[in-house]
């Protein structure tokens, strides 16, 4: 157990509540390169990178780690995890393990379960004698690849399970719309640009009408531009996020940033391009509420962060033509929390109608 | 109509089946829909030696089961006498043909004749153990995978494991006044049926 859990559970303990108020109700967003938990009874939203790194232990000593977050097991295997992860990875050139890939859980990485279930624990805090309900986000199928998503909202399940929290899964770009379309009644299309995959949500007065995902977001504009550029993935990431700027011209000196930063705008064109094909082939295809209101169209998500990305996304959906019509297109409060909020939203009105 | 269901209890493999998306073992999926030869390739190919193939009837009672084993043998069998034929058509012709032979039997009698002939080889065929279709339906992409429960995730184990430092970081205050505010609005669309 951690520093912090100990502290918080001492605190928490000394303002102990009464049976009444024992429930807390939780929104987490379990995305590829986050998790982001949301707490009834917390007013900050926690968040840590969804990575780890296993090192070897007589290489780097266990002293040395002091301000590192970091796994030990008692048959000394070590794992890095978090954004220390990240930094060490970068710093070594070494590629981070990654217990989720295209936004579901890599089957590669069946032992990390373990290594998440303590990183998913760390990050709810304290709920000792306390009711727990928890929404957890789920990615919806993709339509461009071969994936189901059973696996990965069974496995969510069991770590939840083993907590000892009650659980309920909700689509991710479902959450958006609870947490960012209050004012339209809860309609709108809410489209999320996590690492792995693009979500999107059709919500029609709190219903969802129909969701879909794509397989191409972040991770696959860094992998297309690491191959173009010969480089390792997560040393594009890390460029992507100090400097990505997709308005203006690009203002770096060193030339070789330069050169990833002009090819990773080219992928974000790319990027969008696909999605409102596909969003409007979806449409077509598979929607069939008759929706005479305008909808927002509402965007989240960190591959959405860099700034100028909803006027480029503007820019490009302005050149087809919808099969609904839209009342404006514009970006979540807070990008990296609008999802986890709106599963917290989801809990607390379920709970409340019970 | 009979189903073809593809047993495989070892835990841990990720298997990728045409036509399917791909699923995890211990399984029980349904392979009505793809060519033996094609199935047993690919189960060669992810490394699974120990499976079972069940004929199901359509109220689930198990009308036969074969090993890997039975099935090798049944394809050295297969090349004398090759009977890979849809068992749901077999079904429909041996009722025409029965009808048929009601219908004409006092009439043709070297008609019928030939018939029953069909008929007694369409039983041996279906006596042997009755194989099934030929092509996979390329439009059915979403396997049939009867869940055995959480048997196939791995049991958590965290009782040897310690976390160390600060892993997460907060990231935004939440408005609770404006979170009140949203799950109010919300309740009252629920209960009121989206009015």
């Known amino acids: 157990m951690s520093e912090d859990i100990m502290k918080e559970e001492i605190a928490e303990e000394q303002m102990k509540p009464k049976k009444k108020d024992n429930i807390i109700c939780l929104g987490l967003d379990i995305g590829t390169m986050y998790i982001c938990c949301s707490r009834s009874n917390r007013d900050e939203v926690k968040t840590t990178r969804n990575v780890f790194l296993s090192v070897d232990k007589d290489e780097i000593g266990i002293n040395k780690l002091t301000d590192v977050s970091y796994v030990k097991t008692d048959d000394d295997e070590l794992y890095i995890i978090g954004n220390d992860a990240f930094d060490f990875a970068n710093l070594f050139a070494q590629n981070i393990s990654r217990p989720m890939e295209h936004g579901l859980i890599s089957p590669k990485e069946i032992a990390a379960i373990d290594v998440l279930t303590l990183m998913i624990t760390d990050l709810i805090g304290n709920i000792k004698d306390r009711d727990v309900y928890c929404s957890f986000s789920v990615p919806a199928k993709p339509v461009d690849i071969d994936r189901s998503v059973i696996y990965h909202e069974n496995v969510f399940g069991k770590i939840l399970s083993n907590i000892g929290i009650n659980h309920t899964s909700i689509n991710e770009a479902m ?130 962060l860099p700034e100028g990305f909803i006027d480029l996304f503007k820019n490009i959906i302005s050149n087809y033509e919808l099969p609904f019509e839209v009342s404006e297109i514009r970006a979540a409060n807070n990008p990296l929390t609008a999802v986890s909020n709106g599963l917290l939203i989801k809990t607390i009105a379920d709970i409340k109608g019970k | 109509m009979k189903k073809l269901k593809l047993v495989i209890k070892e835990k841990g493999m990720y298997i990728r089946l045409p036509g399917m998306a791909a699923f995890r073992t211990p399984a029980k999926v349904d392979v009505t829909k793809i060519k033996m030869s094609t199935l047993t390739q690919v189960l060669h190919s992810h490394g699974v030696s120990n499976y079972e193939l069940t004929s199901v009837s359509k109220t689930g009672e198990i009308l036969n089961k074969w090993t890997k084993d039975d099935i090798n043998l049944s394809n050295k069998k297969q090349k004398e006498e090759p009977t890979n034929i849809n068992s749901d058509k077999l079904d429909r012709l041996e009722t025409i043909l029965l009808t048929l032979v009601s219908k004409k039997d006092s009439e043709k009698n070297k008609n019928s004749e030939q018939i029953i002939n069909r008929l007694l080889r369409i039983e041996s065929i279906l006596k042997s153990g009755g194989q099934f279709t030929s092509h996979f339906d390329v439009n059915n992409k979403i396997p049939v995978v009867e869940e055995m429960e959480d048997q196939y995730i791995p049991d958590i184990d965290i009782s040897d494991m310690q976390i160390k430092g600060k892993t997460s970081e907060t990231i935004e205050r939440l408005s609770k006044k404006d979170i009140d505010d949203t799950v109010d609005l919300l309740s009252n669309l629920t209960k009121n049926g989206g009015k």
């Open chain 1, 175 to 304: 959450a958006i719309i609870y947490s960012e379309c209050a004012k339209e009644n809860f309609s709108g299309v809410a489209l999320s640009f996590g690492a792995g995959m693009m979500n999107c949500a059709i919500g029609f007065k709190g219903i969802q009408a129909h969701t879909f995902s794509t397989s191409r977001s972040g991770d696959w504009i860094d992998t297309q531009v690491a191959i173009s550029l010969d480089m390792i993935p997560n040393r594009v990431t890390n460029i992507k996020e100090k400097y990505m700027s997709l308005s203006g011209d690009v203002k770096i000196k060193n030339k070789k940033t330069k050169r990833i930063v002009e090819a990773l705008y080219y992928y974000y064109k790319a990027l969008i391009e696909y999605t409102v094909k596909k969003i409007i082939k979806e449409f077509d295809d598979k929607v069939d509420v008759e929706i005479d209101e305008a909808m927002p169209i509402v965007i989240s998500g960190g591959t959405s």
